[in-house]
C-alpha cells in the first residue's frame, strides 16, 4: 500500500508533496527505485528515516523547509546513483552525510544556504559524476575538496559568491568536460581569482562559463587571457 499522504505510480515511483508533511512517512514501499518530496513541511532528515532499501536509486527534495540533515541520513540506500537537495534553508551539511552511497553519481545541493563546504565532504564519494552547487552562499572553497573527484565531468559552482579559487583547487579533475563559474565575484582580488595553471590539468574540458562576475582587466589576469585565447572554442 502507498503511504498517505503520497502517492505511488506503478510499483517503483513515490510522490510526496503535502505541505503539512513534517516527517518522512512510515511505511515507505521497500521495492520503489525513485522517491520525491516537493514542497513539503520537512524541516529534518532523521539518520534512518528513510531505508533501508537496496533498490532506490533517485532520492529528491526540492522545496522543503529542510534545515538539518543528519550524519548517515541517506546510508543506508547503497544503490542510490541520484541526490537532489535543492530550494532548502540548508546553512551546513556533515562530512559524514554522503557516508555509504558508493554507486552516487549526480548530486545536486543547489538553491540552499550554504556558506561553506568541509573539506572531506566528498571523500566517500568518489564516484560522483554530475555535481551541482549552484545558488548558494558559499564565499571559499577548501583547496583539496575535490581531490576525491577524479571522476566528474560537470561542476557547477554558478550563482555563489566566490572571489578566489585556491591553487591546485581543480587539478584532481582530469575527467571535466563542463564548468560553470558565471554570476560569482572573480575579479582580481589578491593574490589572483584564477591563478595561473589552475585550468591547465582540465584537458578534456569543453565548456567553459565565466559570464556575469567583475573582472578587471589589467595584468593580474593573463593567465585566464592567454587561456581563453588558445581555447576559445570552449568558452
Known amino acids: 500500500p502507498c503511504p498517505q499522504p503520497c502517492q505511488c505510480y506503478g510499483h517503483t515511483s513515490i510522490f510526496c508533496s503535502e505541505e503539512r508533511m513534517r516527517e518522512i ?10 522517491l520525491f518530496f516537493v514542497e513539503t513541511a520537512l524541516s529534518r532528515i532523521r539518520s534512518g528515516a528513510l531505508g533501508p532499501s537496496t533498490a532506490l536509486t533517485k532520492l529528491v527534495f526540492i522545496n522543503n523547509r529542510i534545515q538539518e540533515l543528519e550524519p548517515g541520513a ?20 556533515s562530512p559524514r552525510l554522503l557516508e555509504g552511497l558508493p554507486r ?11 556558506h561553506s563546504l568541509h573539506p572531506e565532504l566528498f571523500t566517500a564519494v568518489g564516484s560522483l559524476q554530475d555535481l551541482r552547487l549552484r545558488a548558494n552562499r558559499i564565499e571559499a572553497l577548501p583547496r583539496d575538496i575535490f581531490h576525491p573527484l577524479q571522476h566528474l565531468q560537470a561542476l557547477d559552482l554558478s550563482q555563489n559568491v566566490l572571489a578566489e579559487l585556491p591553487e591546485g583547487l581543480l587539478a584532481p579533475l582530469t575527467a571535466l ?30 565548456s567553459l562559463y565565466l559570464s556575469g562576475n567583475p573582472w578587471r582587466c589589467d595584468c593580474n589576469l593573463c593567465y585566464l587571457h592567454s587561456w581563453i585565447h588558445g581555447n576559445s572554442e570552449k568558452v
Do not use: Y
Open 104 to 114: 552516487l553519481t549526480v548530486l545536486s545541493l543547489s538553491s540552499n544556504a550554504l
Open 25 to 34: 512517512p512510515a511505511g515507505l514501499p521497500g521495492n520503489a527505485t525513485q
Open 74 to 93: 541517506f546510508r543506508r540506500l547503497p544503490a542510490l546513483a541520484e541526490l537532489e537537495l535543492s530550494g532548502n534553508p540548508l546553512p551546513s551539511i
Open 177 to 206: 568536460r563542463v564548468l560553470k563559474l558565471s554570476d560569482n565575484v572573480l575579479a582580481r582580488l589578491p593574490p589572483q581569482s584564477i591563478p595561473r595553471g589552475l585550468l591547465d590539468p582540465l584537458k578534456r574540458l569543453n
